[in-house]
């Protein structure tokens, strides 16, 4: 994880520009929380990797003194007839999600979601780079620490993660709901990763360099509708096989 109205990171206007929109994005935990992805093993497909994947990948913002600008509020016939296209009408997700536009007019669907695909990507490079403090601003204090342990392991047993970002296949929302003041959307996102793991000596104990992995994971954002932040965070994960 509104989550986000995020653009394209090439300069550093543009950076600026992504990290107002991600700031739109990103507020607490619901459990089930774990490193972001297990990319080396069971979960991928072998093919072989495009030569032109590092255009594919996108650097992470620089964050620092951003400011949050307002968002305006939305009308709310306009924001549900933006749900229904994407949600069916009666459904707890779409009723989920109304919900969460009724609590908080801001509230974007689309903008929410282009900006829960890139906080996904900034956090699963974040993850395999060991940035830290990206990570921090992005999850919740107790998914932080599950991530900073899998981390700090990784580091002990002086392994390094190479990791190129190729894409996001499909995002979708699968879950919604207004819990008390505190929103929660739960997306299913399957993209696709080229990643290996070197040991100190330089060898490759896990993944492959020169093959795509397929990753497909559930992750939940959260955040309070009656904060002035309009920051979401990650608050659960959760990998399917």
Partial sequence: MQFFDFGTIFFLVAAVVIFFQLRNVLGRRTGNERPPFDPYSTRSRSRSAPSDTNDNVVSLPNRKGAATAP???RDIEESFAAIDALTKPGTPVNEGLKAITKADQQFDVKKFL????????????SFADGDRRTLKTLLSKDVYEGFVAAIDERERNGQKIESSFVGIDKANIIAAELKGTEAHITL?????????????????VDGDPETVAEVKDVWTFARDTRARDPNWKLVATEAED
Wanted: proline content about 3%; hydrophobic content about 45%; glycine content about 10%.
């Fill in 114 to 125: 282009e900006g829960a695909k890139m906080a996904y990507e900034m956090i699963v490079m």
């Fill in 188 to 204: 299913r996102i399957v993209s696709e990763l080229i990643s290996a793991t070197r040991d100190s000596g330089g060898e490759i």
């Fill in 71 to 73: 968002q305006p509020v």
